[in-house]
């Protein structure tokens, strides 16, 4: 069988780390004939090389190469990579994650699209701007595309060699950049593979301390991008996101020493590569860092890095309802400095500038300050799930716009979005217990991700598609939903009590808190009195939630609720009283007696068996469902599937 994906792990004293992505290997649903994994030992002088022993016996699929100690990971992936059999490689590094469907999904897409990279949805602890739709050929490489230079993506292996593309050998730095440099300058097809996550790193890799080896890595990389093909998007990624990003608040917090270096070869650099013309695809923030940095001003960048450290945006929800088995939200958000306070703008009639100290106005121009066109703003909302950190977008759309307060002029913007838990994840249902709603709010070269706050949200629980969903507030700091409560998520805190229950001859009546009922006239569900089942249903009345069910006039016993796994149990009980009607009571303590049921022969219901209502004799059929609520659910979806069709902004 063709070895279809060769794995490559560069591994320097990795020790337990390794056994981490090699676990993640073990459970990939891709057959184990039909990948690789090549582990290099990069001169290990701990346990690795026992790890790996150890590894290797019980993994016919595990390689490992030993060689001695290079100084970076790049000499130890093209050893891995010239000796690998795969059509496709990955490269992955100790600690780091794949997901279980990853080897199999990433390739399936590679190879049916004849793609020579193909990035995957990775999963960033501190949050990530994903792609919110499959690209089977990238139309151009945008700063989006190109935002992750990592090298955990999927490589035709016959592509890196045809071009000789290898790594940076030595003890230098940003070998992942050097790579992708030439990877993307000579790639014909690159795909974008969003709909499932592929690859969870554990850490961002910090910049070395040295500012001369960090620097000369970029040189590195500059020219070979100028001297190559696709010479303009790909300069201007290394000129954004290499070089100006690096001169702002990271500037703060380097010794005299290490700043002033930074500055002096940042400023060479720019000066040979990175001409005025550039500049027009700046942000407002990089405009007064480029012109600083052509002048090599440090004390200038410091005072500049002062103004944008801790910048961020304040969101606020102002509209949080159900409508139509979606959570409907509106969420505004302002730009706010490090202590909260709105970042404010002067407006001069039409023009907008950006205010800074008076040391730093009179070294830029009107024209480094004016921001008027280049706001290029927007606010997106999403979805991340508390566990395994997975972020989806929401279906969205929204504005950033400059707002005269009698403050001053600030940035705000606003999001309207639609959390539809059956087709979030990218047109499929959520699959955790907890998710976080977060905002990310993109304007001015600023970028901002965070949980949206809870304040303001009145929203009660809700039953979509037989699933709870409760919002809530984490930690009082952030909103949050709750997949996983069942129907206990829908009584209130302390369950029912007598007052809420209502018996009438053959019929129960349970008054809950209010519930969104997806759009149903009636919910169907269930109630069960000492271990005997009844069909029920569920109506929102007068703003309360009705559960009416036809139970035997002397049935006795526990009262549970059943409108969605897993059952409720309610806290009640019912008595016989001397007329005969039973009637509900609090439950007994623990160890009290507890009545017994009479009549009928206890039943235990089971998941999707219903009982029907002649005789009490179980039958199978499915919830009964409206056609209201067939297009309701279908509306949903699709306005889910417009992820896959279009990208904001």
Known sequence: ???????????????????????????????????????????????????????????????????????????????????????????????????????????????????????????????????????????????????????????????????????????????????????????????????YPCYRPATARPDPADPRLLWDAVRRDVRAVAAGPRRGPLLTRWYRGCLLARLGPPLLGLGSAARDATVRLARDLHREYFGPELDTVLSAVERP???????????????????????????????????????????????????????????????????????????????????????????????????????????????VEFVDTPAGTVARGWCAARLYVGAAAYGGPLDEPIWDLTVRFTALGYVSHRGVPPAGVSAGPALVEDRVVVPFAANGAQLSVDL????????????????????????????????????????????????????????TIDGRSIVRAPVASMANGPVTLRLADPPADTGLVLVPSIGGLSHARRRPPAGAPSPQPVGASPHQPTPGLYLSREGGHPRHHGPPRTAGGLVRRVYNRLSHSVIRASRDG
Request: charge should be negative.
């Open 484 to 539: 996983s409560r069942g129907t206990p998520g829908l009584l209130p805190p302390g369950g029912l009590t007598p007052a809420d229950v209502t018996r009438a001859d053959a019929r129960l009546e349970l008054r809950l808190p209010p519930i969104h009922l997806d759009g149903f006239a009636a919910a169907p569900g269930e109630v069960i009195v000492g271990g005997v089942a009844y069909p029920a249903e569920c109506r």
């Open 1 to 195: 069988m063709p070895i279809k994906v060769s794995v490559i792990v560069a591994a320097c004293n990795a020790g337990p780390g390794l056994m981490i992505t090699l676990r993640s290997l073990d459970a990939q649903t891709m057959p184990r004939d039909e990948f690789e994994v090549i582990v290099v030992d990069d001169g290990s002088t701990d346990d690795t090389p026992t790890v790996l022993r150890a590894a290797v016996a019980t993994r016919p699929w595990l390689r490992v190469e030993e060689i001695a100690c290079s100084g970076s990971a790049g000499r130890p992936r093209n050893v891995g990579t010239g000796v690998a059999r795969g059509e496709y490689v990955l490269y992955a590094d100790p600690y780091d994650e794949l997901f279980p469907e990853a080897l199999l999904r990433t390739w399936e897409y590679a190879s049916g699209n004849n793609a020579d990279v193909l990035i995957a949805k990775e999963v960033h602890p501190q949050g990530w701007e994903t792609f919110r739709f499959n690209e089977p050929r990238v139309p151009v490489l945008d700063e989006h595309v190109l935002a992750l230079l990592t090298a955990h993506k999927l490589y035709r292996t016959a592509f890196l060699r045809e071009h000789g593309i290898r790594f940076p050998e030595g003890a230098t730095a940003l070998v992942d950049h050097g790579f992708n440099a030439l990877a993307y300058a000579r790639a014909e097809v690159v795909s974008v593979l969003a709909d």
């Open 289 to 399: 860092r480029a012109r600083l940095c052509r002048a090599g001003d440090v004390s200038a960048l410091l005072g500049l890095a002062a103004v944008d450290r801790g910048v961020t945006a304040r969101p606020e929800v102002m509209e949080a309802a159900w409508r139509q088995g979606a959570l409907e939200l509106v969420v505004a958000a302002t730009l706010v400095d490090t202590d909260g306070v709105p970042v404010l703008f002067r407006r001069s009639g039409d023009r907008v500038f950006r205010l800074v100290p008076a040391a730093l106005a009179g070294l830029l121009t009107d024209d480094e300050l004016d921001v008027t066109d280049l706001l290029r703003g927007r606010v997106e909302l999403g979805v991340r799930g508390r566990t395994s950190r997975v972020e989806w977008p929401l279906p969205s759309h929204g504005r």
